[in-house]
T-cell receptor
Framework: DVKVTQSSRYLVKRTGEKVFLECVQD?????MFWYRQDPGLGLRLIYF???????EKGDIPEGYSVSREKKERFSLILESASTNQTSMYLC??????????FGPGTRLTVL | SQQGEEDPQALSIQEGENATMNCSYK?????LQWYRQNSGRGLVHLIL?????REKHSGRLRVTLDTSKKSSSLLITASRAADTASYFC????????????FGAGTRLFVKA
């Protein structure tokens, strides 16, 4: 069965901290994605990766970076967390450019 | 503005009734998908319809696609309390590369 896991369900950080969100998939998928979800705005794509060490900016990459050193793992990094990055973060993976499989999400609060 | 926009934003029905949600989009697409999200959880893929298809069924779900109107509808028949969730349409634009664009979603409440 398809599985995407995220390192934390809930996370509380302080302004200025460096934050790592980890995502792991066990389906040997090429593509991995990071979204943030805010009320009324739907899902917005932050970054995606179509291969190891490859990354592409999404719609809202500012304030974020990513790392994909291994095929199964895609990390989202907030270099210096700010309060406007308080959000639900969702990771997804896909084999081709259609069905995406999502992790359970990480609800991040930046104080 | 977003590629996919759902309508209505929220819908409340009684158990056993049918629920219809609509999605409109702006550019030509390769396919359109519907996802469900239970409160505080990740999204779960429900159904995918390709641009050359007009209707698709999966259990109690029926999806239609009208590419001339750039719209899709999701019908859930004989709804259950467990169908309470947010429903999102997502489109893969012809020129979108790897990007799938999600709408803001419809919140469905099914009352027992």
């Amino acid at each position: 069965d398809v599985k995407v896991t995220q390192s934390s369900r809930y996370l509380v950080k302080r302004t200025g901290e460096k934050v790592f969100l980890e995502c792991v998939q066990d389906m040997d998928h090429e593509n991995m994605f990071w979204y943030r979800q805010d009320p009324g705005l739907g899902l917005r794509l932050i970054y995606f990766s179509y291969d190891v060490k490859m990354k592409e900016k999404g719609d809202i990459p500012e304030g974020y970076s990513v790392s994909r050193e291994k095929k199964e793992r895609f990390s989202l990094i907030l270099e210096s967390a700010s309060t406007n990055q308080t959000s639900m973060y969702l990771c997804a993976s896909s084999l081709v450019t259609d069905t995406q499989y999502f992790g359970p999400g990480t609800r991040l609060t930046v104080l | 503005s977003q590629q996919g926009e759902e309508d209505p934003q929220a819908l409340s029905i009684q158990e056993g009734e049918n629920a219809t949600m609509n999605c409109s989009y702006k550019t030509s697409i390769n396919n359109l998908q519907w996802y469900r999200q239970n409160s505080g959880r990740g999204l779960v893929h429900l159904i995918l319809i390709r641009s050359n298809e007009r209707e698709k069924h999966s259990g109690r779900l029926r999806v239609t696609l009208d590419t001339s109107k750039k719209s899709s509808s999701l019908l859930i028949t004989a709804s259950r309390a467990a169908d309470t969730a947010s429903y999102f349409c997502a489109t893969d634009a012809v020129t979108g590369g790897f990007k799938t664009i999600f709408g803001a979603g419809t919140r469905l409440f099914v009352k027992a």
